[in-house]
């Protein structure tokens, strides 16, 4: 089982990336997954996540500007990210908890600077 996890990049202050994450492989149930990120000299912090009905839950620092969604029929969990600052510069990372089973992608980075 693999976290394939796209989207990262170099945006202006004020500007918006979308994250995406996909399981695949031999996978029966796909229950929470969540986001999260880990800035230079900073623990991993959660971001956001999102259980398997829809149930999500934010860090207060995103609230009102990220936004995260799923699709069970493909395994993936999405982070739309808006009004961005320089403070949410960091490696972004998903997660999954895959047949009971704690899975990690492998880190996108988000540099937001002018």
């Known amino acids: 089982v693999q976290l394939q996890a796209s989207g990262g990049g170099l945006v202006q202050p004020g500007g918006s990336l979308r994250l995406s994450c996909a399981a695949s492989?031999?996978?029966?149930?796909?229950?929470?997954m969540a986001w999260y990120r880990q800035a230079p000299g900073n623990q991993r912090e959660l971001v956001a996540s999102?259980?398997?009905?829809?149930?999500?839950y934010y860090t207060d620092s995103v609230k009102g500007r990220f936004t995260i969604s799923r699709d069970n029929a493909k395994n993936a969990v999405y982070l739309q990210m808006n009004s961005l600052k320089s403070e949410d510069t960091a490696v972004y990372y998903c997660?999954?908890?895959?047949?009971?089973?704690?899975?990690w992608g492998q880190g996108t980075q988000v540099t937001v600077s002018s």
């Open positions: 999102i259980s398997r009905s829809g149930a999500t």
């Open positions: 492989g031999r996978i029966f149930s796909v229950n929470g």
């Open positions: 997660n999954a908890n895959v047949d009971l089973v704690s899975r």
